[in-house]
C-alpha cells in the first residue's frame, strides 16, 4: 500500500447522511492512508476556504463528506490546481458524487475509495463557470436559470420541508413554481453567438446525468459530459401536462424531443448567454445564487477527482 499524500477530510455536518457515527467511520477508513486533517464547515463558504487552506498547506487529496452544496465548494475551491477531490455522499441527491461513479451510499464508497488512493487513481472532469453581474462562480454538473432555479429558490426556503420530503419537495417545489410560470420572466438563451431562442427555462450542464429521482438518472441536458462537452436545453413553454410527459420519458431513460416546440438546445463550446428584461432566478449545483439579467456559461477550470472505478 502506498499513502497517496496528505489528505484532507471536509464535512459538513448539517448534511442530511453526515452524522457524528458516519464521519467517524470515514476518519477511521482514511487514517492509515494520510488523514492529516479533519474539518468541519460551520455555514456557507466555508468548504471552499478550507479546502483552499489545506491545499495550501499541502494537501494532495480532499474528501469531502456532504450533498452537493459541500461537493460544489470543494470543487470551486480546487479545480484548475494539482489537489485531487473525493467527493463522498452525504446529502440528499449527491448528484457530482453519483456522476463520476461513486456509491450513493458513504458506507459503500469507503472500499472504493481506499482502493483509489493506493492505486493513485486519477481522471479529470471539465467544470463549469457561470458569470452574472461580474462575478463568477464555478458549478460542478449543473446550472439553471428561470423554472429549475425557482425550484431551487423554493425548496431552500424551506429547509424542514426538504429533509422531511427529500426528493419529493423538489418535485412539489417544481409543481409550484410551474403554477407561477406566468409571471417568470421570459428568457432569450443564444449558444455560441446564434440566434436567440425565447424560453421560460434554461438548463445547462457539463456533465451527465443532470439530476437524479431517486435511483433513476435524469438526463436532461443530452451531451453534456465531464470530457469538456457543456450543452443546454432551453424550455419554450410551461404547460404542465407536456412537463410531466417529459420528466416520464426522461425517467424512463429516452431521448428529449429537442427541437420539438417544447424544447430548444444543443451542445455549445463557447458561450451560452441568456438574457432577461427582469431579474431571473438563478441555482448552480442546487444552490440558488439570486436574481439577475444576464448570465454566462462558459467552459470552466479542470478538477483532478479521484476515480472510483478501474479501468
Same mark, same amino acid.
Request: with cysteine; proline share 9%.
Given at each position: 500500500?502506498?499513502?497517496?499524500?496528505?489528505?484532507? +477530510?471536509?464535512?459538513?455536518?448539517?448534511?442530511?447522511?453526515?452524522?457524528?457515527?458516519?464521519?467517524?467511520?470515514?476518519?477511521? @477508513?482514511?487514517?492509515?492512508?494520510?488523514?492529516?486533517?479533519?474539518?468541519?464547515?460551520?455555514?456557507?463558504? #466555508?468548504?471552499?476556504?478550507?479546502?483552499? #487552506?489545506?491545499?495550501?498547506? *499541502?494537501?494532495?487529496?480532499?474528501?469531502?463528506?456532504? $450533498?452537493?452544496?459541500?461537493?460544489?465548494?470543494?470543487?470551486?475551491? +480546487?479545480?484548475?490546481?494539482?489537489?485531487?477531490?473525493?467527493?463522498?455522499? *452525504?446529502?440528499?441527491?449527491?448528484?457530482?458524487?453519483?456522476?463520476?461513479?461513486?456509491?450513493?451510499?458513504?458506507?459503500?464508497?469507503?472500499?472504493?475509495?481506499?482502493?483509489? +488512493?493506493?492505486?493513485?487513481?486519477?481522471?479529470?472532469?471539465?467544470? /463549469?463557470?457561470?458569470?452574472?453581474? *461580474?462575478?463568477?462562480?464555478?458549478?460542478?454538473?449543473?446550472?439553471? &436559470?428561470?423554472?429549475?432555479?425557482?425550484? &431551487?429558490?423554493?425548496?431552500?426556503?424551506?429547509?424542514?420541508?426538504?429533509? =422531511?420530503?427529500?426528493?419529493?419537495?423538489? &418535485?412539489? /417545489?417544481?409543481?409550484?413554481?410551474?403554477?407561477?410560470?406566468?409571471?417568470?420572466?421570459?428568457?432569450?438563451?443564444?449558444? #455560441?453567438? *446564434?440566434?436567440?431562442?425565447?424560453?421560460?427555462?434554461?438548463? %445547462?450542464?457539463?456533465?451527465?446525468?443532470?439530476?437524479?429521482? $431517486?435511483?433513476?438518472? +435524469?438526463?436532461? &441536458?443530452?451531451?453534456?459530459?465531464?470530457?469538456?462537452?457543456?450543452?443546454?436545453?432551453?424550455?419554450?413553454?410551461?404547460?404542465?401536462?407536456?412537463? @410531466?410527459?417529459?420528466?416520464?420519458?426522461?425517467?424512463?431513460?429516452?431521448?428529449?424531443?429537442?427541437?420539438?416546440?417544447?424544447?430548444?438546445?444543443?451542445?455549445?463550446?463557447?458561450?451560452?448567454?441568456?438574457?432577461?428584461?427582469?431579474? @431571473?432566478?438563478?441555482? %448552480?449545483? /442546487?444552490?440558488?445564487?439570486?436574481?439577475? =439579467?444576464?448570465?454566462?456559461? =462558459?467552459?470552466?477550470?479542470?478538477?483532478?477527482?479521484?476515480?472510483?472505478?478501474?479501468?
Amino acid at each position: 500500500m502506498t499513502p497517496p499524500g496528505p489528505i484532507a +477530510l471536509v464535512v459538513n455536518p448539517a448534511a442530511t447522511k453526515s452524522g457524528p457515527a458516519i464521519r467517524a467511520e470515514v476518519a477511521s @477508513a482514511l487514517a492509515p492512508l494520510g488523514l492529516e486533517w479533519s474539518l468541519v464547515t460551520t455555514g456557507p463558504g #466555508d468548504a471552499a476556504r478550507l479546502a483552499a #487552506d489545506v491545499a495550501a498547506q *499541502g494537501a494532495a487529496v480532499v474528501v469531502s463528506l456532504g $450533498g452537493d452544496g459541500i461537493a460544489n465548494e470543494v470543487a470551486g475551491a +480546487l479545480a484548475g490546481g494539482p489537489v485531487a477531490m473525493a467527493p463522498l455522499p *452525504g446529502g440528499n441527491a449527491n448528484v457530482f458524487s453519483r456522476a463520476i461513479g461513486w456509491p450513493n451510499s458513504t458506507h459503500a464508497a469507503l472500499p472504493p475509495l481506499r482502493a483509489a +488512493l493506493e492505486a493513485g487513481r486519477v481522471r479529470e472532469a471539465r467544470l /463549469g463557470l457561470l458569470t452574472m453581474d *461580474g462575478g463568477e462562480r464555478v458549478f460542478a454538473v449543473n446550472a439553471g &436559470v428561470g423554472l429549475d432555479a425557482a425550484t &431551487v429558490e423554493w425548496i431552500e426556503a424551506r429547509p424542514r420541508t426538504k429533509r =422531511r420530503l427529500r426528493q419529493a419537495g423538489f &418535485v412539489l /417545489g417544481a409543481a409550484i413554481a410551474a403554477t407561477r410560470s406566468g409571471r417568470a420572466p421570459r428568457l432569450r438563451a443564444s449558444a #455560441d453567438g *446564434g440566434e436567440p431562442v425565447l424560453a421560460r427555462a434554461v438548463l %445547462a450542464a457539463c456533465g451527465t446525468p443532470y439530476t437524479y429521482l $431517486g435511483r433513476r438518472p +435524469l438526463d436532461l &441536458v443530452p451531451g453534456a459530459a465531464f470530457d469538456g462537452h457543456l450543452a443546454w436545453v432551453g424550455l419554450t413553454r410551461i404547460r404542465p401536462g407536456e412537463l @410531466a410527459r417529459l420528466g416520464l420519458r426522461a425517467a424512463r431513460g429516452r431521448e428529449l424531443p429537442i427541437g420539438s416546440p417544447t424544447l430548444a438546445g444543443g451542445v455549445f463550446t463557447r458561450e451560452l448567454l441568456v438574457e432577461s428584461d427582469a431579474p @431571473a432566478p438563478v441555482q %448552480a449545483d /442546487g444552490e440558488p445564487l439570486g436574481r439577475h =439579467r444576464e448570465i454566462r456559461v =462558459r467552459p470552466g477550470p479542470v478538477l483532478r477527482a479521484i476515480e472510483p472505478r478501474e479501468g
